[in-house]
């Protein structure tokens, strides 16, 4: 038996120790991202269990300028409590269930000091359910809930060049510090490599994935699509809700079918923005531009898709823990970046477009959050043909 089934959370007649499912891939895990309203630093960290590998782990990322440094801790499942999940130096603390939650990495040993509370700014948003499938398996079936808001606290980030030591202590306040997190469980590719079988000799042919979270004064926006290579669109969400505090507090608006033109560094598939198009349900239209303010390549040291280090799942042991640093200006980093997700800070203004007989002009509004965005293989209305295609 396990704690937790003391508590009527069941819906599979047995122990909370265990999965419904027998996948190896079933996982339960939590992402944040914070930055200031500059771009100067961002921070990304998550913390997963994955409850038939037996593998509780977590990460904080920090990009300050040209430099990340990662934490990285993992451990085994057994008697971690999940009402208070903790792994090595980083822990969670769920003060507020849906509404406000305490991040901290105590690892001063290893030159990271965080400890920060999440205030959510609008109630959590209840995703479309994600199914993806290769051929006739299931890669990623899972649910989902984002919600934006702010911070508040403190980070501290030490590193050392040339034998000097060197300390960069962040005041992190709401009125600053915004963010973007999402609860996500169900199935998705995760610990060591599986044996690739048919895939060998039918690989995947193409991946686009855009995800936008946006925060502004009164409302947030969440965006997300995801395409085959022909572009045919395989999940659509485009919601707006509005803040607490405001006259349509809580209103939750659909936005349409939104179409995507991402702006790309020639040469590369590295967004520099976006031009997406809205529509509100009586036919106004929008506008959203988004431009990058810095990003982070989630296969470089945070243990996402690619990343040649480290794969959240994998086993490192008991009480496994360390200190991973990344140069963004190494080569290898810069092109690795173009196969994985690339999680970008992001400014925003989202304009109303006059309709005729509105009696009124555009009008517009000015936000910050998260730009996701990954491309790699074919992605024909992108005019990537094969895997080596770039933008002109």
């Known amino acids: 038996m396990?704690?937790?089934?003391?508590?009527?959370?069941?819906?599979?007649?047995?122990?909370?120790?265990?999965?419904?499912?027998?996948?190896?891939?079933?996982?339960?895990?939590?992402?944040?991202?914070?930055?200031?309203?500059?771009?100067?630093?961002?921070?990304?960290?998550g913390l997963g269990i994955y409850p038939n590998l037996g593998v509780i782990d977590a990460f904080v990322a920090i990009r300050h300028g040209d430099h990340q440094v990662t934490i990285r801790s993992s451990d085994a499942l057994d008697g971690h409590d999940r009402m208070a999940p903790a792994v090595g130096p980083i822990a969670l603390e769920v003060i507020e269930p849906l509404e406000q939650i305490r991040l901290?990495?105590?690892?001063?040993?290893?030159?990271?000091?965080?400890?920060?509370?999440?205030?959510?700014?609008?109630?959590?948003?209840?995703?479309?359910?994600?199914?993806?499938?290769?051929?006739?398996?299931?890669?990623?079936?899972?649910?989902?809930?984002?919600?934006?808001?702010s911070w508040e606290g403190r980070i501290s980030l030490s590193s050392q060049t040339d034998g000097a030591s060197s300390a960069t202590e962040w005041n992190v306040t709401p009125d600053l510090w915004l963010g973007s997190r999402d609860r996500s469980w169900g199935i998705r590719p995760i610990g060591e490599a599986e044996p690739p079988g048919r895939n060998a000799d039918e690989p995947l042919e193409?991946?686009?994935?855009?995800?936008?979270?946006?925060?502004?004064?009164?409302?947030?926006?969440?965006?997300?699509?995801?395409?085959?290579?022909?572009?045919?669109?395989?999940?659509?969400?485009?919601?707006?809700?509005?803040?607490?505090?405001?006259?349509?507090?809580?209103?939750?608006?659909?936005?349409?079918?939104p179409r995507y033109h991402i702006h790309y560094t020639p040469g590369t598939r590295v967004p520099t923005g976006a031009t997406i198009h809205l529509t509100e349900a009586d036919g106004t239209p929008l506008t959203l531009e988004v431009t990058s303010h810095g990003n982070m390549p989630l296969n470089a040291g945070a243990g996402y898709g690619?990343?040649?280090?480290?794969?959240?799942?994998?086993?490192?042991?008991?009480?496994?823990?360390?200190?991973?640093?990344?140069?963004?200006?190494?080569?290898?980093?810069?092109?690795?970046?173009?196969?994985?997700?690339?999680?970008?800070?992001?400014?925003?203004?989202?304009?109303?477009?006059?309709?005729?007989?509105?009696?009124?002009?555009d009008t517009t509004d000015q936000g910050w959050g998260m730009f996701e965005h990954a491309t790699f293989g074919r992605h024909s209305p992108s005019g990537f043909e094969d895997w080596a295609a770039v933008a002109d």
């Open 2 to 45: 396990h704690p937790l089934d003391e508590y009527p959370l069941h819906q599979a007649p047995l122990s909370m120790a265990y999965m419904a499912t027998s996948d190896r891939n079933a996982y339960d895990r939590y992402y944040f991202n914070a930055h200031d309203r500059s771009g100067d630093v961002w921070l990304v960290a």
């Open 104 to 149: 901290t990495c105590d690892a001063p040993d290893l030159g990271v000091e965080v400890d920060i509370t999440w205030t959510g700014s609008c109630p959590v948003i209840d995703e479309e359910p994600h199914v993806w499938r290769s051929g006739p398996r299931i890669v990623l079936e899972a649910q989902r809930f984002a919600q934006l808001g």
């Open 206 to 257: 193409g991946f686009w994935w855009t995800y936008v979270p946006m925060r502004f004064d009164d409302y947030s926006i969440i965006l997300i699509a995801q395409e085959s290579p022909d572009g045919h669109r395989t999940l659509n969400d485009a919601v707006r809700v509005w803040h607490r505090g405001t006259e349509r507090a809580e209103q939750l608006d659909q936005l349409g079918w």
């Open 306 to 361: 690619g990343d040649p280090t480290w794969a959240h799942g994998a086993w490192r042991g008991r009480d496994w823990v360390e200190r991973v640093e990344t140069d963004h200006t190494d080569p290898d980093v810069v092109s690795m970046a173009t196969f994985g997700v690339i999680d970008h800070v992001g400014s925003a203004t989202l304009t109303r477009h006059a309709t005729e007989g509105s009696g009124s002009g």
